[in-house]
């Protein structure tokens, strides 16, 4: 059923909120992806506080040039959706699409997207959703700095055994 033109409006001040405001946006093609598989994901990127929905692609580059993008850069054939946020960790949205474009291959595609204001091609947005978590960068960082210490602290036992 084809949109009012009161509903397109609606859509697309989402779409401008949703692209000027989120940390990051993710532009996804989908296809072939069945009921199931789609509310499975949805209810995971909203338990995560990423928010997901479709939205026509001239809608989408309107959008997009209104806030000085150029639409273009985005290659955008079949169904796109997007999916928005990471107010607390920027790489969380494409991070999630990325794991369920694995469970959903040929059916789930990151695109491109919106990272920290920038609009980056589909390479730059695959190699965000590959950065660990916020907390697990962190852990890593505290195992860098913690291991010299536990290096030392085993030779310094080694050395008290063999002197006793």
Do not use: C
């Not at 909203?46 to 989408?60: E, M, P, Q, S």
């Not at 273009?72 to 960790?89: H, K, L, R, S």
């Not at 609009?119 to 860098?144: C, D, H, K, N, W």
Request: aromatic fraction near 6%; proline fraction near 2%.
């Amino acid at each position: 059923m084809a949109k009012t033109k009161e509903q397109k409006k609606e859509i697309s001040e989402r779409l401008e909120e949703a692209l000027k405001n989120a940390a990051s946006t993710v532009f996804v093609h989908f296809s072939k992806v069945n009921v199931a598989d789609e509310s499975a994901m949805r209810r995971s990127l909203r338990a995560d506080g990423v928010k997901y929905f479709v939205a026509k692609k001239t809608l989408i580059r309107r959008a997009l040039e209104k806030l000085g993008h150029a639409a273009d850069e985005v290659p955008m054939q079949g169904e796109i959706a997007i999916a928005y946020g990471g107010e607390n960790d920027s790489t969380l949205p494409a991070r999630l699409v990325h794991e369920f474009g694995k469970k959903l291959v040929d059916k789930l595609a990151i695109v491109g997207g919106i990272f920290e204001g920038t609009l980056v091609g589909e390479a730059m947005m695959r190699e965000i959703a590959t950065i660990p978590s916020l907390q697990t960068l962190r852990a890593m960082f505290a195992q860098v700095v913690n291991s010299p210490r536990q290096r030392f602290a085993v030779v310094l036992s080694k050395v008290a055994e063999t002197k006793n």
